[in-house]
């Protein structure tokens, strides 16, 4: 129906899928559950939450229901403290009194938190029914959407629930993050440039050549659509070769470990998601230094993208015992070392095992 749109394969052995990136697709919802290759019913869960809702849900059921599916929507509070299985149970309520069969559909419209959790709830529902995700942030669109990894916390912990399931379709709106509050941008912004340390150089030096990468109303459309394709298909290059995370697609947590670090010890909230990984990746790149890995002046680059994109880089002042435990409860330790992704040059890493914990305080007294 919308011309320009670009079409992503994501090629796995089982439940391949195309993710669907364009302007204004969300309304085209309904013509796009027509062409799905398979049987998908009537009945339509879809989930989001009340900032996704408010501008986009009504016309979005309205294009479902033209095409002639009943759709229901449940709305849940924004948040990641929402990511929760008391949600999961609401969304399994809704399926329940809306009927959903072994052949139904959920639909995620939200960012990540919703795209989670609605993942999850597909995954467990009737032992598994068909989903598809709709993401509104930067940061789903280029990462959580795609891959498969579904769940909600535990209480002791991030995404400790969970399933692999991979959704039909992912359909991709950049009209959407109009709408999305700047930070959150910003916060996405932080694993598109990881994408580039990781595996994409040509990304990498089109960021840097970017007039700004901090504002949504000053960076070009096209500019936009271009680095959201790469990341995808970045990621989903991974995904294709290592599905359930056996190995290579550990590298797309370049900055993860001690991102996840700040995360928790600053208490969540305090730092979103990206602006964690943000501060994670200047870490893991003065690592690599200290293991002479890479250069100094590739750690700069790196740090200089971080910067142009408003992003925090500052290791904020942290206990150093507490990072050490930290950094052992994230199951990144083996045998007394702890395992890390580190840069070896602006688009490659490379799994290191034998980090030892002394080379750790190392590190972080240099930060002070
Ligand atoms: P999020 O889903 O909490 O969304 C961020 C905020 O933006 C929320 O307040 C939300 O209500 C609001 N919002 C979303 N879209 C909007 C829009 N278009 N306009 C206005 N407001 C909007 O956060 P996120 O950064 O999208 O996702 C973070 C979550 O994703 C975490 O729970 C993380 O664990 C998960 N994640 C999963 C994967 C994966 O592979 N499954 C990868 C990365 C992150
Ligand atoms: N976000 C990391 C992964 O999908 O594996």
Do not use: C
């Amino acid at each position: 129906m919308y011309q320009d749109i670009t079409h992503i394969k994501v090629n796995l052995i089982k439940n391949s899928y195309e993710v669907l990136v364009g302007s204004n697709t969300i309304y085209d919802i309904g013509f796009q559950l027509k062409q799905l290759k398979y049987s998908i019913g009537t009945k339509i869960l879809v989930v989001t939450n009340p900032d996704v809702s408010k501008p986009y849900s009504s016309s979005f059921i309205k294009s479902i229901q033209n095409e002639g599916y009943e759709p229901r929507l449940l709305t849940i509070e924004a948040g990641e403290d929402q990511k929760t299985t008391e949600s999961i149970a609401l969304i399994h309520d809704a399926a329940y009194e809306h009927k959903l069969e072994r052949g139904s559909l959920m639909i995620a419209l939200g960012g990540g938190v919703i795209g989670d959790m609605v993942g999850f709830a597909a995954a467990t529902w009737l032992r598994g029914i068909s989903f598809i995700q709709v993401p509104t942030t930067l940061l789903s669109m280029v990462d959580a959407s795609v891959g498969g990894k579904t769940g909600v916390n535990h209480p002791k912990g991030k995404n400790l629930i969970g399933a692999f399931h991979q959704p039909k379709l992912v359909l991709i709106d950049i009209d959407t993050l109009n709408t999305l509050p700047e930070r959150e941008f910003r916060a996405g912004m932080a694993e598109i440039i990881k994408y580039g340390v990781i595996g994409d150089k040509e990304l990498f030096e089109k960021l840097e050549e970017a007039k700004d990468l901090k504002n949504l109303e000053s960076i070009d459309r096209n500019f936009l659509l271009e680095i959201i394709t790469k990341s995808i298909k970045a990621k989903a290059k991974i995904v294709e070769k290592d599905e359930k995370e056996n190995g290579l697609r550990a590298t797309l947590n370049y900055g993860h470990t001690f991102g996840h670090v700040v995360e928790a010890l600053s208490g969540y909230g305090k730092f979103l998601h990206g602006e964690a990984v943000s501060i994670g990746m200047v870490i893991a790149g003065q690592l690599s230094l200290q293991e002479n890995l890479w250069s100094k002046a590739e750690a700069k680059r790196q740090n200089e993208l971080l910067i142009k994109a408003g992003l925090p880089i500052k290791w904020p002042n942290l206990d150093e015992d507490l990072v050490l435990r930290s950094l052992r409860a994230d199951k990144k330790v083996k045998d007394g070392h702890i395992r890390f992704i580190l840069a070896t040059e602006i688009g490659k890493v490379k799994l290191v095992n034998k980090i030892k914990e002394d080379q750790i305080y190392k590190l972080l007294s240099s930060l002070n």
